[in-house]
């Protein structure tokens, strides 16, 4: 019998990292959309 198949625990590890990035970047990303659609709708005071 060989030792332990790491290809389940990398992906696990892969989807949690990817969770986490996501988490931490929403904020950003949402106030980015959110001047753009302001600038688009021509107001100045976004």
């Given amino acids: 019998m060989r030792g ?3 290809m389940p625990v990398l992906v696990l590890l892969g989807l949690v990292c990817l ?3 996501g988490w931490r970047l929403f904020p950003h990303l949402q106030a980015f959309i ?3 659609d302001c600038a688009a709708a021509g107001r100045v005071d976004c």
């Fill in 34 to 36: 959110m001047f753009q």
């Fill in 4 to 6: 332990q198949d790491w």
């Fill in 19 to 21: 969770a986490v990035a």
